[in-house]
């Protein structure tokens, strides 16, 4: 089945109508809503076997007969009230069947309209047996179909596009390409239903001959049956513009409708769309399908669904993945060289950039260095400056305070004690220093101190040892 075709209808339930416009047969699929699923044309010739253009799978799917025809015979009865209106047209079969034809020999349906005075107004459709066996076997043998219905298509067609509120006598005429349905109407009842061979075309060719015919049927039956009243309104379906004005320079009243419509199409999609419904002007020409047949109904519109959507959907997929692989691949191509060049120029910035941090760690720690440094000659140079004459130093050790604060040790000699005090004085009174501590001190002969810094004295000295903490 074609893509488009499984586009349009996904898993809802389809149903065919055929339909006999003149040269060819119309086939149209719709949902239950009677949205249009498919429009298509089986073409044939003495030579050829028939087939369906565009190609339709028909296994599996449920098609309806949209019968019309001289073989269709649609005829209003007076059924009593008090009778079950199915057992009585049984039983009654002459008031609406042509002489010699019984029940067997037709398909059979009725349609129960207004009651009044004890007579139910009653609509019958047949259909000849014979007729519509031959016809559904050849469509069966040549292309598979299997029928499940026949329909009244005129019939269904009037009753989809009736218009509401119908009072007094109507008269509804429906326009197809080589055929004319006339209905006559008596409010919502139908009173009178014929067939003429001839239709849009026919008119177009020869009009005289088909408002002849036309009015022929329409007088006779108001002359007839309606004491000689015409009808109060014409109601045109199909392009029949001319006829409406026809009406109109008779000073007859009359309304178009679906002038732009194709009416074989709309004839057999009201069909279509008529077979989901239950009861009423429908007829059962097969069982229902089995289960087996269910199950492989579904399978396969399964099977269609993957091969026709999904299988597609994913070649499409993969095709563009790989057109956009391919111009990846092309973009590389191109780009390769400049990258090279500017993975080399980055390569280039990133040691240059580790360089310079190495080289900015480097002297950070010069800075820190100097800085310390300074600060130590900035110290010992404080240390000078307090220092009286009679001070002097054999060692000085400083220590870089890692977790506490610097310190200052100080080795020497004095004089005399006056003079070490004096010293001791002077660097506490010293804002740099938080603290001076005289960690020894002590009386030593001249020689144990030449011993000691080999410092030439002529007397005694003060040796001592001094922690400053900065």
Known sequence: MQFSLWFKRGFKPVCYALYNSGNEWRVIGTHSDGSLVYDGRITASDETKPTIAPYLDTDGETFTLAHAGPTL??????????????????????????FSITMEDVHFDYRSQSADNGIRHTLTAVAKRSFVHALTEKFNTALGIRFRHIKAAPLEFLLSHLPPDLVGITAHIILDIQRTYIFILDHQDIRL??????????????QEQFLTEMNN??????????????PLHYFIYGPGKELADHFASKNQDATLLLAEADISQEIA?????????????KTELADPPSDSLRKRI??????????????PGLVGLLLLILFFKGLLLLWQHHTEPNFSALQGKIHQLNRLKEENRSLRTELLQNNSLISRRSQTTLLLEKVRQVTPDGVWFSQMNFQEGKEGPDKLFLTGFSETDQELQRLFRNLESLASFKRVELLTSQSVSAGEAYRKTQTVSSKPVTFFKMEITK
């Open 73 to 98: 015979l649609l005829r209003p009865v007076e059924v009593p009230e008090s009778e079950e209106p199915h057992e009585w047209l049984h039983k009654n079969s002459e008031s609406f069947l042509p």
């Open 193 to 206: 239903y014929k067939d003429l061979p001839g239709g849009e075309l026919l008119f177009k060719e020869n």
């Open 217 to 230: 049927v329409i007088v006779d039956f108001w002359e007839l049956h309606l004491f000689g009243t015409p």
């Open 269 to 281: 999609k009201v069909s279509a769309k008529a077979s989901f419904q239950k009861g009423g002007n």
């Open 298 to 311: 579904l399978w396969k519109h399964i099977a269609s669904f993957l091969s026709h959507t999904l299988l």
